[in-house]
């Protein structure tokens, strides 16, 4: 099992900077690759950004590509994600998973943490 906790959220405006944390405790954390997702109101819940086990390969969403940076430290056990330019479609409940295998399903999720960004 994997327990991740996520942090950072918060109300902001437009053109502002959050940073996400997620915590991982149980199972070795560096054995896992991670993701960030987001479910905004009334949509399906899309993948924002992926980073590999090593940190060494990483994917973004083209809606965030040069604005979001994701990033681990696998001595914290935690994986990160660095928003710039906040717009209000960045609006939505961000969530953390983490899966053994890449490609596979994500096998463990957070609780999730709010960000909304007012125009």
């Known amino acids: 099992q994997v327990q991740l906790v996520e942090s950072g959220g918060g109300l902001v405006q437009a053109g502002d900077s959050l940073r996400l944390s997620c915590a991982a405790s149980?199972?070795?954390?560096?054995?896992?690759?991670m993701g960030w997702f987001r479910q905004a109101p009334g949509k399906e819940r899309e993948i924002v950004a992926r980073?590999?086990?090593?940190?060494?390969?990483?994917y973004y969403a083209n809606s965030v590509k040069g604005r979001f940076t994701i990033s681990r430290d696998n001595a914290k056990d935690t994986v990160y994600l660095q928003m710039k330019s906040l717009k209000a479609e960045d609006t939505g409940v961000y969530y953390c998973?983490?899966?053994?295998?890449?490609?596979?399903?994500?096998?463990?999720w957070g609780q999730g943490t709010q960000v909304t960004v007012s125009s």
């Open positions: 998973a983490a899966r053994r295998y890449s490609p596979g399903t994500y096998d463990y």
């Open positions: 149980g199972r070795t954390f560096n054995m896992y690759a």
């Open positions: 980073i590999t086990w090593s940190g060494g390969i990483t």
